[in-house]
Nanobody, 131 residues
Framework: QARLDESGGGSVESGESLTLSCEVS??????????MGWFRQAPGMEREGVAG????????YAESVSGRFTLSQSNNKKRALYLKMNSLTTEDTATYYC??????????????????????WGQGTQVTVSI
């Protein structure tokens, strides 16, 4: 059973940056066979995909964050996923969740950002952006 632990959330002002981290442990199989991603959920809203990466390093972004957010992973044996968020706005305020699935899943040729495709979830980290 995989365990995902997020960190890095906080309160910032509009225009500032934050970097979220997700450490993965206990995941069976090789990490290259996994898709991983970040989702977010604002109060009263559906959980939505933000950025996703497959085992080959291909990345997809939601249109709302493309050009502002950057997804990356650790280059050593440590299984970690990072989300660098620049130019934050109040619309980015949400609880951010790290997710993983031990499958290679693509939608329209890009790593999936569909919530129902992911099997393992972290507890979430809060990001609050104020004016």
């Amino acid at each position: 059973q995989a365990r995902l632990d997020e960190s890095g959330g906080g309160s910032v002002e509009s225009g500032e940056s934050l970097t979220l981290s997700c450490e993965v442990s206990g995941a069976p199989g090789h990490i290259t066979n996994y898709c991983m991603g970040w989702f977010r959920q604002a109060p009263g809203m559906e959980r939505e995909g933000v950025a996703g990466m497959d085992g080959d390093g291909h990345i997809s972004y939601a249109e709302s964050v493309s050009g502002r957010f950057t997804l990356s992973q650790s280059n050593n044996k440590k299984r970690a996923l990072y989300l660098k968020m620049n130019s934050l706005t109040t619309e980015d305020t949400a609880t951010y969740y790290c997710a993983a699935v031990d499958l290679r899943i693509r939608v329209d040729g890009s790593p999936s950002l569909r919530r129902d495709h992911f099997r393992y979830w972290g507890q979430g980290t809060q990001v609050t952006v104020s004016i």
